[in-house]
């Protein structure tokens, strides 16, 4: 169910009767049909045909268009979905979505806002997965794909996905919790036909249980085995075999715990992986080996297909020489857990024509990204994360960094830039040199920090961003911002969609800019600024379209996130508190506040109101 | 008498110490035993030591001053004459305990405004130097482990410094520690380690025979002979010969 049509059960009536084609008389028991005609068979084609060419139709938002149109195309759309999206797992419940969606094979949901991630939400808030496990047990025994993004689920959860679903075959978890090694090892060892199990940034509890032998014995149907984020040793023989059984294994990506010498034999096994994750980077001795070492070089060489290339997780820059075969061809690479300088990193990049994906830590400062712009003409996502993530003076990089990105990346379309310093006119050189740009978020991590050079606020750069970028749809300020920003944002940013604010603006107007000038706002995620609840209230006409806002450490009190409740029955207001505030205090730590076909949600724990 | 002076002075000290909770109630417990046993408790007891007590009442020494008429050997209140009747003893409580309770006002007020340390909204133009705000920069905690991990792991295992070991030598009476990098060749290491112990051959450690064994030049006479081999004891707890396993 998409965020667009949450709030209607059915299209309006007047709908019905467009659509000559799509008029359905009493087929399948629907209700007011026409009586005009009276014969079904032509009616009973139409569907047919309809059905036919629906199932073609995979983008979400077309399907939600078309669920629109009338009550039989509402009808043949809810048949023919396969794949369900559910942006907010608490904006519909799973009995209503599996009534409307009665032949899904695909789950994607999610459930925490992203701030959670920043620990500004208290533990065991929600987000749980068994009542969508147990809903779908009954009404999708034949379901396939599970996909959640910070959700909580438990070792009970995974024990019903490999039971109760007996052509399971993909699962993806990306920052998720409350699991563990055991029950990794019932899922694995119980699901026979998985293709797909990918854990991404998610937190795995470790049991000691070795989950990796649980796999079955004999030819394995393994496509992708993800397992970066585990922090737990796994048994490197039993893993060894299991990949020598899985002759579809594309894509490989290991823990921490994996040393180079183990990586230099699975590759071995496997040359076909197209995506790799290399475990550690490094020997799993300090002290000399008194063997030769393995020919690394040649490893990578064998492996022909790969494209994406991540890892580096405790790496001896001595290595690194390694991968210059599979540079030429890479469209993906992920140093951001190594910490190495420009000196290290200039001899791999200078041969990474083809990258479109870099993720890179700060350590290789201005001059690294000075050799990224050199060579990655084809450069779309850049990441550069902070390898100290505190407020200091001093960075490794900065706008010098930035403007040479995008001097020499034209075609870059997100980025993702954290530092100690920026300034305006870098930041509009960006705007300028990359008009692709669909995501730009930029964090200075210094609060309130004004462009160095002109002493002036952020102000007019990330006004250029919004101005020159006419296809952002995702937006991150940082620095020192008035609400003359917001006002820029609410002129220029007609199709943004997610905008996360912390530490900026002067007054509730900044606020009242942005909600009342982005139509497309869908996310807006807000920490420590000055906005009251007259700014809350200027959203009144908008909060509907919205999957969710967060408001953190602002100005609001309660009586005021009260009024917006009782002006909107549909929307769930949240009230969080943190352990040392009082229950009976006006102000409010946090606000979440979500569009729901539900009402308050049942699950909530002690510390949240729902107003 | 004296054993109960003794035992409430103490116990004056110890309430008084414990400055976080127990404050009201030793100044409380103070102010009306000082009240009520003044003339008993003061100035008979050398040990009582006001001023290591820290009432924090206000008047350090003050408490001395109501033993009306009674030495005292407290000297650092510059109010000395007066007496303190049990009200005014009373007062000070009250005062103390209710500067505590406007200093937990404030900071709930704080805690309001700027959550838990973090920056405050009300003051945007002024962030505090170097406080680490929660959950700011927006880095995910889980990539913050990660970094900081590393960070560990490095140092301990000297990429970055210095690879420490620990020596003991039977009979020595603490270890020592050697950086791994600082040499280049066992024959080094083994100089080094030798220098380092015959140091327990000076002064009085060893009083059991080993000093003339462990004369510095004697033990670099042994280590350089042919009667003696270096040898050490490698992590499966094996005597190894030195010199089999490369230095790298």
New interface residues.
Partial sequence: MSEDDERQQSPPSDLEFVSNKARNCNATGSGSGHPEFQSTYPDQVLENVLENVLHFLTSRRDRNAASLVCKSWYRVEALTRSELFIGNCYAVSPGRATARFTRVKALHLKGKPRFADFNLMPPDWGAHFNPWALAMAKAYPWLEKVHLKRMSVTDDDLATLAELFLGFKELVLVCCDGFGTSGLAIFVSKCRQLKVLDLIESEVSDDETDWISCFPEGESNLESLIFDCVECHINFEALDRLVARSPSLKKLKLNRYVSIGQLYRLMVRAPQLTHLGTGSFSPSDIAGQGDQEPDYVAAFAACRSLVCLSGFREIIPDYLPAIYPVCANLTSLNFSYANITAEQLKPIISKCHKLQTFWVLDSICDEGLQAVAATCKDLRELRVFPVDPREDNDGPVSEVGLQAISEGCRKLQSILYFCQRMTNAAVIAMSKNCPDLVVFRLCIMGRHRPDPVTSEPMDDGFGAIVMNCKKLTRLAVSGLLTDKAFDYIGRHGKLVRTLSVAFAGDSDMALKYVLEGCPQLQKLEIRDSPFGDAALRSGLHHYYNMRFLWMSSCRLTRHGCQEIARAMPRLVVEVIRSADEEEMDDVVGTLYMYRSLEGPRTDAPKFVTIL | IKEQEETEAKAIQIGSKDRSKKRVEASCFVSMEVGRKMANMLGTDHDLNFKETELCLGLPGGIAVVAAGNETESSSSPKTNGKRGFSETVDLKLNLQSKESTMDLNKNLD??G???K??S??D??K?PA?A?????????????N??AN?KN??EE???SGA?LVKVSMDGAPYLRKVDLKMYKSYQELSDALAKMFSSFTMGNYGPQGMIDFMNESKLMDLLNSSDYVPSYEDKDGDWMLVGD??W?
């Fill in positions: 805690d309001n700027s959550k838990e973090s920056g909204a009300k945007p133009a962030p170097k680490q705000v929660v959950g700011w920069p927006p880095v995910r905690s889980y990539r913050k990660i970094m590393q792991s490095s295992s000297g990429n690879a396993v490369p790298q």
